[in-house]
């Protein structure tokens, strides 16, 4: 597991309800069965708790241990300092338990003057995962009167060795790690043991994803991303229009390039409009728009560019010559169908709805959500790149993993609110997002922005009451 996966899986396992207290619970629960399965009960235990969470972790161990064992409770620091809710509510309890022993040490004089040679085991619940630095007193002296009972008692440590990943560290027999056990840590023993997120944090999109995705850059204009919108014909202008839109929120620059007849009816200043002449984009565009492709740093081909014959070869030919990665949406799914030759070795999202993918691949995706992940699975293996198939759950491959998305609502079945996904997913890109992950993030904004608009107008809104509410849904990710 990355570190980057497990942040985003803490942040959606809140999102899905699951408190700190719970997963606290399961976590000092986990490290007491582990100890008694390991070494029976009827033991002397002391457990070594400072004022984080692993501290708190080190509470619940101490309360379920005690049910069947000589529990001393060292808290190591003052209580004043115990941080989170959590762990207060553990150590209150604690406090209230008359079987259980609490010693607090305040300073390293009275950690160097302890004799732990009655102990048959140590729990170690000093640092974790929220360690900075070298462990400073008064808990590097705890760390060092541990180690002094290395070989004699059993040492178990909550999460890491306390002192991980610096050299002054606990010495443990071994440690038990929760849930999600990480690649990065090496050098000592672990146990892994579940603390019940829930198997759906593998797939499922959420606040975390989006927070993740939406990591500022830099503070200079065109650094947070530029972004070309290639579409509109003579019978559309505002598929392109509303792509641009979209984007426009979440990006620094939006180049939107329209057929010069189409795009005369657009006055928004926040777009930069690039017209091409003539009402159909042809092949003869495509030096023209491959050179404009160069200055941004991903590509939205599609909304409303029409099936026009000559079209169709200019969006082949452009996709085919490009190297940004790309959004290829609506029309423009249309053109590669039967020539999916044309994305080899590219960067791309494709965005079909079920009839899309039908047109693509041959075959309409099963209904169940297991079965449609492991038909696009199968389909964005095969072509190389990420498919997001739009429907009541989204679901979004890059051949390897796939994901889900749940919001959205059925008043988005309105006309436009694909033009807005695919802005939305290529502004992620241009903001330097895996496409898995910017197609994932893109249809959850997409799906939320329409999800706020719900609460606010009921089932009956335009696209464009979508898109302009991406600031909102952006803002409510960020601060989830
Ligand atoms: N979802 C989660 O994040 C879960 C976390 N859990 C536990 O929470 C732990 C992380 O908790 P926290 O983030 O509170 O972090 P820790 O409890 O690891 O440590 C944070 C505390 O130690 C202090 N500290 C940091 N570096 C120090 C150093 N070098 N010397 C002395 N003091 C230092 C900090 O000021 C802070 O008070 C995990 O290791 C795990 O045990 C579990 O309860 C399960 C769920
Ligand atoms: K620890």
Redesign the pocket.
């Known amino acids: 597991m990355r570190i980057e996966d497990v942040y985003i899986w ?1 942040i959606n ?1 809140r999102w899905l309800g699951i408190t ?1 207290h719970q ?2 619970e ?3 629960a986990g490290v007491a069965r582990v100890i008694e399965e390991r070494f029976g009960r009827g033991l002397r235990i002391a457990v070594f708790s ?8 080190g509470f619940v161990a101490a309360r379920h241990l005690s049910f069947e064992n000589d529990v001393t409770l060292f808290l190591v620091g003052d209580e004043a ?1 115990i ?2 809710e ?2 207060k509510h553990n150590w209150e309890i604690l406090k209230r338990l008359d079987f259980v022993k609490i010693r607090v040490l305040k300073d390293s004089a009275h950690i160097k003057e302890l004799d732990l040679s009655g102990f048959d085991v140590i729990v170690d ?1 000093l ?10 007193e008064p ?2 002296s705890a760390i060092e009167k541990i180690n002094e009972y290395a070989g004699r008692a059993k040492i178990v440590s ?3 060795p306390s002192g991980y990943p610096s050299t002054v560290r606990v010495k443990a027999d071994f440690a038990v790690t ?1 849930q999600w056990d990480k690649d990065e840590y090496e050098g000592f023993e672990r146990v892994v043991v579940k ?1 019940g997120y829930p198997k759906e944090l593998y797939n499922i999109v959420g606040p975390g994803d989006a927070k993740f995705a939406l990591r500022k850059k830099g503070e200079h204009k065109g650094q947070n991303g530029r972004l070309l919108i290639i579409g509109g014909s003579e019978d559309y202008f505002g598929a392109p229009y509303l792509a641009a839109k979209a984007a426009s929120y979440l990006v620094d620059l939006v180049f939107l390039t329209m057929p010069e007849y189409s795009a005369r009816r657009i006055g928004d200043p926040n777009l930069i409009l690039r017209p091409v002449e003539g009402s159909n984009f042809a092949l003869k565009h495509l030096e023209n728009v491959l050179t404009i492709a160069e200055k941004v740093d991903a590509v939205v081909i599609g909304p409303g560019i029409g099936v026009d014959e000559n079209t169709k070869a200019f969006v082949r030919e452009f996709i085919r010559r490009c190297g940004r990665p790309m959004v290829i949406d609506a029309d423009a799914l249309k053109a590669i169908a039967g020539d999916l030759d044309a994305l080899r070795g590219k960067r791309f999202v494709l965005t079909p709805h079920a009839g899309e993918f039908r047109m693509l691949f041959g075959e309409l995706p099963p209904a169940g959500l297991k079965e449609r992940a492991a038909t696009v699975m199968k389909k964005a293996k095969e072509i190389g790149g990420v498919i997001l198939l739009k429907g009541s759950y989204d679901v979004i491959s890059d051949g390897k993993t796939w994901k889900y998305n749940k919001t959205g609502n059925r008043g988005m079945t309105t006309g436009g609110t694909g033009d807005v996904l695919a802005g939305i997913v290529g502004a992620l890109l241009a903001l330097g997002n895996e496409p898995l992950r910017a197609a994932s993030v893109g249809a959850f904004l997409n799906g939320l922005a329409g999800d706020m608009v719900k609460e606010e107008k009921g089932e009956n809104f335009t696209a464009l009451d979508v898109a302009e509410k991406i600031p909102n849904a952006t803002r409510w990710a960020l601060e989830f």
């Open positions: 803490d396992a700190p997963l606290m399961n976590a000092g400072a004022t984080g969470n692993n501290g708190g972790d300092k941080r989170s959590e762990a619940a640092l974790g995962a929220g360690t900075k630095g070298e462990p400073r808990i590097r909550i999460d890491l929760f603390i």
